[in-house]
C-alpha cells in the first residue's frame, strides 16, 4: 500500500507499465467534470471510475480485495479515510472471490486507518485489502483499475 499526493507520482510510474498512463490522465484531465461512470482508458487495461457519494461510518466499512487489477485511489473532494490490512491477515471472508466482479469482502478489521485528503491518492496492490469511503459528507474521488497483467 502507498499513500502519496498527486504532486509526487512521478515516484511511483516504474513500478507498473501503465502507472505513467494512469497518473497523466489525473493531470490532464478535468476529473471534477467527468460524471460518475466507468471510462475506459487502455481498454481493460486502465479503466477510471468516477465516484461521487456520501461517506459512511467506519462500522459500516468492509474490507475488500481485487486479484486481477491494482487500484489508485485518488481522492478529489471530501473527508475520506481508508482501512487497511495485509491481504494475509484477513481471515473472516464474507464469500469466495467474485471473478466476474474482480472482489472479494471480509469481515476482518482494518489493521491501520489512513487519512487521504484531496489530491492525494492510495495504491492498493493485490496483496492489500483495503476499505474506501469512510468519512462524513460527500467523498468524490476517481478509482483507476491498473490491470496486474496488462499487455502494455
Not at 116 to 121: G, K, L, R, S, T
Request: hydrophobic content about 45%; proline content about 6%.
Amino acid at each position: 500500500m502507498i499513500l502519496s499526493s498527486l504532486s509526487q507520482s512521478s515516484r511511483y510510474t516504474a513500478l507498473h507499465s501503465l502507472f505513467q498512463r494512469a497518473f497523466d490522465y489525473m493531470r490532464d484531465t478535468d476529473l471534477f467534470a467527468l460524471a460518475p461512470g466507468r471510462y475506459h482508458i487502455v481498454g481493460d487495461d486502465l479503466i477510471a471510475i468516477v465516484e461521487q457519494v456520501p461517506g459512511k461510518a467506519k462500522e459500516m466499512a468492509r474490507l475488500e480485495a481485487h486479484r486481477k487489477y491494482i487500484d489508485i485511489q485518488l481522492v478529489l473532494e471530501g473527508d475520506e479515510q481508508m482501512g487497511w490490512k495485509p491481504l494475509a491477515d484477513c481471515h473472516n471472508p464474507v464469500s469466495e472471490h467474485s471473478m466476474e466482479k474482480d472482489i472479494r469482502f471480509f469481515l476482518d478489521a482494518p489493521a491501520s486507518w489512513i487519512a487521504v485528503p484531496p489530491d492525494h491518492f492510495c495504491i492498493f496492490f493485490p496483496e492489500d485489502s483495503h476499505a474506501p469511503l469512510v468519512g462524513s459528507g460527500e467523498v468524490r474521488k476517481v478509482i483507476f483499475k491498473v490491470a496486474v497483467n496488462s499487455a502494455n
